[in-house]
């Protein structure tokens, strides 16, 4: 299992394959990931622990919503979203395998680069 401090807390990738890669995300309360959309990259949150707020673009609205354990979403390439840590969340994720295909359209952190995600 490989581990990858985060500013905002950190990841665990439980899987890495050439077809789909898993990981736990931990979200320290408070903190957010970017504002950010996925050329390529096509993934599935599940709310393991804790509420986040859940911030995705649907038409030209960003829209907020509180979600709590046990809740999933499905988030396409392009689709522009973002996580936020009301309470320290443990994320499930479980993706293609494109980890650095990330474009920040905003960050907390000031990181550019897409291996810092």
């Known amino acids: 299992m490989n581990r990858v401090e985060k500013p905002w807390g950190y990841e665990l990738h439980w899987a890495n394959t050439d077809r789909y890669v898993g990981k736990l995300i931990h979200v320290n309360a408070g903190h957010a990931l970017s504002l950010q959309y996925h050329n390529q990259k096509d993934e599935t949150i599940f709310l393991w622990s804790g509420r986040m707020m859940f911030e995705i673009m649907e ?6 919503r509180e979600m709590k354990p ?4 499905h988030i396409t ?3 522009v979203h973002r996580m936020t840590a009301v309470d320290d969340c443990d994320i499930f994720e479980v993706s293609t395998p494109e980890l650095h295909d990330v474009v920040r359209l905003e960050d907390r952190y000031g990181r550019t680069d897409p291996a810092e995600q």
């Open 70 to 73: 046990g809740e999933s979403v």
């Open 59 to 64: 038409g030209e609205k960003l829209v907020a």
């Open 77 to 79: 390439p392009k689709t």
